[in-house]
Nanobody, 121 residues
């Protein structure tokens, strides 16, 4: 059974920083793209950033220049460094990963449980 466990959310003042982590655990055969999504109250879930197994990245326009996604393949972990946070970044952030478990025939999507990020003074 593969699981994604997130950490690093919390309350931060505008202009502050947070670093989210997401570790994949279980019987992992291979993993591909990993990323972060977010969902604010009353809004649909949106892609924030993602990174391929080769290190290629893409970001939603609203976070470009402020957020950085990275991964450590040896630890099956993806990170999201968030700087210059503003109230519009307030949301539940979800980790997403394409993983194939040892007993699965192909890659499938996994989601973390979500971590709250609140930007407020």
């Amino acid at each position: 059974q593969v699981q994604l466990v997130e950490s690093g959310g919390g309350l931060v003042q505008p202009g502050g920083s947070l670093r989210l982590s997401c570790a994949a655990s279980g019987s992992i055969f291979t993993r591909n793209t990993m990323g972060w999504y977010r969902q604010a109250p009353g809004k649909p879930r949106e892609l924030v950033a993602r990174i391929t197994s080769g290190g290629s990245t893409n970001y939603v326009d609203s976070v470009k220049g402020r957020f950085t996604i990275s991964r450590d393949n040896t630890k099956n972990t993806v990170y999201l460094q968030m700087n210059s946070l503003n109230p519009e970044d307030t949301a539940v952030y979800y980790c997403n990963a394409q993983i194939q478990g040892f007993f699965e025939p192909s890659l499938r999507e996994y989601w973390g449980q979500g971590t709250q990020v609140t930007v407020s003074s």
